[in-house]
């Protein structure tokens, strides 16, 4: 069955680095997803991606966030000055239907843990 | 702005028996929502979606409704077992994105 694959599946950074979290979507998929999971907390939206564009972002989704589909398979989230409240679980989605098509089923990625020290 | 309300942080259910999930959300009904099924540590799986005109979806031991007047949905697993035993994530449209309540733990005891 096709899935969404994510690497990696832990990354530990000290504050201020650079981080890229690669994901691989199911590949007749069009939408591609970032969500994030802080420890304990709800599955919390960050952007979407449809034709080499973003389509939307979340208030969390600022100017250290960036979203990058580099090839005809992956796709990117990369953040650029990691802070402490960085650290959460990154799970990527995507979708062969854009959530307007009343569907909008999500398939996930296993999620990137991403620790910040 | 558009809340998510799940009903309890944990619900223990005794094996064999239904449980019952709640979700309420605040403002107005979405044209669908969705439930999702999360184990620790792993991603959320897609489970049921239903629309804004449909009352009732069924899927094997799973029923869900939706009562746009109330603005809630109940999710049912009907002859639990302790496999069942997740967190459930409600999940609805909103702005063409789609946004999580906090979910419910679900513990079905044998």
């Known amino acids: 069955e096709p899935e969404v694959t994510q690497t990696p599946s832990h990354q530990v950074t000290q504050m201020g680095q650079e981080v890229i979290l690669r994901c691989v979507p199911i590949s007749n998929h069009l939408y591609f997803y970032w969500y994030r999971q802080i420890l304990g907390q709800k599955v919390e939206f960050l952007v979407s991606f449809y034709n080499n564009e973003i389509s939307e972002k979340s208030e969390i989704f600022d100017d250290q966030f960036s979203v990058e589909r580099p090839d005809g398979s992956n796709f990117t989230l990369k953040i650029r000055s990691t802070k402490l409240e960085d650290s959460a679980m990154y799970f990527c989605a995507s979708s062969d239907l854009g959530t307007g098509a009343y569907t909008g089923e999500l398939f996930f990625g296993e999620g990137s843990r991403l620790t910040v020290l | 702005s558009q809340k998510i309300e799940q009903n309890s942080e944990a619900l223990n259910i005794q094996e064999g028996k239904t449980a019952t999930l709640t979700c309420n959300y605040t403002?107005?009904?979405?044209?669908?929502l969705q439930w999702y099924r999360q184990d620790p540590g792993r991603g959320p799986v897609f489970l049921l979606l239903i629309r804004e005109n449909e009352k009732e979806k069924r899927k094997e031991r799973l029923k869900v409704t939706f009562d746009t007047t109330l603005k809630q949905s109940l999710f049912h697993i009907t002859a639990s077992q302790p496999a069942d035993s997740a967190t459930y994530l409600c999940a609805l449209l909103l702005d063409d994105k789609i946004i999580f309540g906090k979910g419910t733990r679900l513990h079905i005891l044998p």
């Open positions: 403002n107005y009904s979405p044209a669908y």
